[in-house]
């Protein structure tokens, strides 16, 4: 199954996405190694995160109102942001596969409180993947074999300051799950 899956990535996804999907496996099943999940499931969900990027606005509104989900206002002002929705439903309907990749696929982009390690990997690596570059980006690398809720925190960080410098909303899973990185701390 995971060949077809990467044939149909491959085959699916721009050369630049393909190229981006391509670093976080690396690192996702990298991580899934360090951390003993299964590797699999993490190159599974990694080739599929973005499955959905080129979706139109409609397709993912409607997504989300027919499985009687909440659309946040940065969803509901910013439709493509909730791509990893429509990926993880098409994941399901397409390779039947599990709740943790499901889980892992929808939540990509936002994050969101109590994540299981997969789901912080492939969160991680979608925003780490070689491919990236961002200022701060190494000391955020330098904790991912070290402790994952580090890593985790000082991503969320990064993305909440980013967004705050363009004005942008902040979706509010995100600043949950902030709480409580910072509460267990
Ligand atoms: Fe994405
Ligand atoms: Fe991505």
């Not at 690192?27 to 699999?40: E, P, R, T």
């Not at 606005?57 to 910013?78: A, E, G, M, T, W």
């Not at 439903?89 to 039947?96: D, G, H, L, P, R």
Request: net charge neutral; aromatic share 8%; proline share 3%.
């Amino acid at each position: 199954m995971i060949e077809v899956i990467r044939v149909d990535a491959k085959a699916h996804l721009k050369p630049s996405r393909y190229r981006h999907t391509l670093g976080v496996c690396k690192l996702a099943v990298s991580l899934a190694k360090w951390y003993k999940i299964d590797l699999i499931e993490a190159e599974t969900a990694a080739l599929l995160h973005d499955y959905a990027k080129y979706a139109n606005d409609d397709d993912i509104l409607q997504i989300y109102i027919k499985h009687d989900r909440p659309i946040s206002n940065v969803i509901k002002n910013h439709p493509n942001l909730g791509h990893g929705f429509l990926s993880a439903v098409i994941a399901k309907e397409k390779y039947q596969v599990s709740d943790q990749v499901y889980e892992a696929i929808m939540n990509h982009t936002f994050g969101r409180p109590g994540m299981s390690i997969l789901e912080k990997i492939i969160y991680l690596a979608d925003s780490l993947e070689e491919g990236r570059s961002y200022p701060g980006i190494d000391e955020v690398r330098s904790y991912l074999y070290k402790d994952l809720s580090i890593a985790l925190l000082k991503t969320c960080e990064n993305t909440l300051l980013y967004e705050l410098k363009r004005g942008n909303m902040i979706h509010e899973q995100t600043i949950l799950m902030r709480n409580e990185l910072l509460e267990a701390k």
